[in-house]
């Protein structure tokens, strides 16, 4: 439970208590009738205006459904593709073939684990370069056949170790950033959770980009900014609301095409629906970039990302593109 | 950050001291010793960091270089603290409009286009006028057939003040990058002291040829950062030059002496 959240946690488990009462004291079903209509104006106001910083920790929320529970939640059926052929398999990011209801896709998400074993098992989410080897593999089977490429961001960012650095992890990301942006099938790309910079962005390049509404997407973490900024991490919740990282701000920058509405406190209070939503968005967007040409799509994706950008050219005093 | 102190040869700078300790060896040398020397140690042979217009000079033939694309500037989209006061003195400190030089030129026979960042300028970092400009020259290269030489230097990659923005600069400029592949447009990079985050990952790590100069910090996550995260001191040499050429990361460590020979030599086999 986060702390801003206390007010509707409080007020649920008071509901639940009358519940079990009410079985042999009908007369508090009123009681809880009342007590209803006030959590739904809670969770409006508490909701309503959050933070950069609320939404960050939304975003980073324990329950919080992951990669692997998008997959599960969505997918009839998936097969998981294990390592990069290379050197290793990186548990930090998942990847395979699945079905949709009929339609096949290849779908590739980080993954920063659940339990306390497993989140070290997957490195808190964090990406060896074989992550993105191995993500690059499943580009390719998704090329060779003609599968649409789903991919889930969920990192804080890439893994600043040895071993990462030894085996190229700069290499390793611009590789797979040069492998979407000339994949010759549709990309769907869900921000989910936490776009950690570089390490997120190598799995997110799409044609079209959905940022679910608590999500964040950032070059740095505000953690980080604030180091730098104010000299002292703590002043993270200050550096959130300046480096403009929350899915409406992504809207507004063009990074993202689309906010997924969630469920009213974020994701994790009612997972089934937000699976539905984001199948549902899966569906509908793939119906709409399988019409397109594929030279076409490629045109349309890379004029995508020319776009993404404001600067200035000073020669006639005007500001350049958005 | 995690690099060292720029050095920046400002021209009232050298006026006034004549001497200057090696950042490496502490030997000291003569301001015009080093001139010579193409700012590296003649005793060490240490790299010191040199603005673009260096590599110009030292690259070039003499009054060949033509800027381009010099209109474009950096905004300030999010109003980031600091960051318009943080250009305004860039721009003084170095007298460029932005962290990066493009243009064409002559070396040698070889008419090309260059990309060259400059460290003292926000440290090298990529915004969205930098990844404007690098697609840019990339798009001059193919219209008018010029092989493109990048050369890079940039602590922290992705400058955090342009936010999200910047990060997106590491598609657009790979998408440059792309567009010289398709066109068979030779793309040779020059790895200098430091290129880091998301400039190596993005089109510094794609050359046809890659070199790098000697002692470059090369790599993704700073090392201090690394420190930080895994509680242990890093190896000497780590994510240097020559650490990157035996973990297969580039094709060759190059004293900057040597750089333009160099240059003339790959573009004699790929470009004649």
């Not at chain 2, 992705?158 to 440059?176: D, Y």
């Not at chain 2, 190896?235 to 333009?260: S, W, Y």
Request: glycine share 8%; proline share 4%; hydrophobic share 40%.
């Amino acid at each position: 439970m986060l702390e801003f959240e206390k007010p509707v946690y409080e007020l649920e488990k008071k509901i639940n208590e009358l519940k079990i009462l009410s079985k042999s004291r009908p007369e508090l079903l009123e009681e809880i009738t009342r007590l209803e209509k006030k959590l739904e104006k809670v969770k409006e106001d508490v909701y309503k205006n959050l933070s950069s910083w609320q939404i960050v920790q939304i975003a980073r929320h324990p329950d919080r459904p992951h990669s692997i529970d998008f997959i599960n939640g969505i997918c009839g059926e998936f097969f998981e593709i294990r390592g990069d052929r290379f050197f290793g398999d990186d548990s930090s990011v998942i990847a395979g073939i699945g079905k949709i209801d009929k339609t096949k896709f290849v779908i590739v998400g980080q993954e920063k684990g659940r339990s306390t074993k497993e989140k070290i098992d997957r490195n808190f989410g964090m990406p060896h370069p074989e992550g993105y080897r191995k993500a690059m593999r499943a580009f390719s089977i998704a090329e060779k056949f003609c599968f649409p490429v789903i991919t889930f961001v969920d990192t804080p960012g890439a893994y600043p170790g040895i071993g990462a650095e030894e085996r190229g992890q700069a290499w390793a990301i611009s590789m797979s950033i040069y492998r979407m942006i000339g994949l010759k099938v549709p990309i769907i790309t869900f921000i989910i959770g936490e776009g950690g910079s570089g390490g997120a962005l190598a799995i997110g390049v799409g044609d079209k980009v959905f940022a679910l509404e608590y999500s964040i997407y950032s070059v740095i973490s505000p953690e980080g900014c604030a180091a730098i900024l104010f000299r002292d991490s703590s002043k993270a919740s200050k550096a959130a609301e300046h480096l403009k990282l929350t899915a409406k701000n992504l809207l507004e920058f063009g990074i993202v095409d689309e906010i997924i509405k969630e469920p009213k406190g974020g994701a994790h209070r009612n997972k089934e629906e937000i699976f539905e939503r984001v199948k549902e968005k899966i569906m509908e967007t793939y119906e709409e970039l399988k019409k397109i040409k594929i030279d076409e799509l490629l045109r349309k994706r890379k004029e995508k990302y020319l776009k993404i950008g404001i600067y200035k050219e000073v020669k006639n005093g005007t500001t350049g593109n958005t | 950050m995690f690099f060292r102190k720029p050095f920046k040869p400002d021209k009232k700078e050298i006026k006034a001291e004549v001497w200057r300790k090696c950042d490496s060896c502490g030997e000291t040398l003569h301001i015009a010793q080093l001139e010579k020397n193409l700012w590296v140690c003649p005793k060490c042979s240490f790299h010191f960091r040199i603005p673009a217009k260096k590599y110009i000079e030292y690259i070039f033939e003499k009054e060949s270089f033509v800027e381009l694309f010099n209109e474009i500037e950096s905004d300030d989209p999010l109003n980031f603290p600091d960051y318009k006061k943080k250009l305004k003195k860039a721009k003084e400190k170095t007298g460029l409009k932005e962290a990066c030089i493009t243009g064409k030129g002559k070396i040698d026979k070889f008419t090309v286009c260059a990309f060259i960042s400059d460290f003292s300028f926000i440290g090298g970092s990529m915004g969205s006028a930098y990844g404007e400009k690098f697609y840019r020259i990339c798009e001059h290269a193919v219209s008018e057939k010029l092989p493109l030489i990048s050369i890079t230097s940039s602590g922290g990659g992705a400058r955090m003040q342009e936010g999200i923005l910047s990060l997106m600069q590491l598609v657009k400029t790979n998408l440059g990058v792309k567009l010289l592949e398709e066109n068979k447009i030779p793309y040779i990079t020059v790895l200098c002291d430091p290129t880091m985050g998301g400039v190596m990952a993005s089109f510094a790590a794609l050359g046809d040829i890659s070199l790098a100069e000697k002692g470059a910090l090369l790599g993704f996550a700073g090392p201090r950062v690394i420190e930080q995260t895994i509680r242990q001191k890093l190896p000497e040499g780590f994510q240097r030059a020559e650490f990157q050429l035996e973990h297969g990361m580039i094709d060759e460590v190059i004293d900057r002496r040597e750089l333009k020979k160099k240059l003339i030599k790959i573009l004699n086999i790929l470009w004649d």
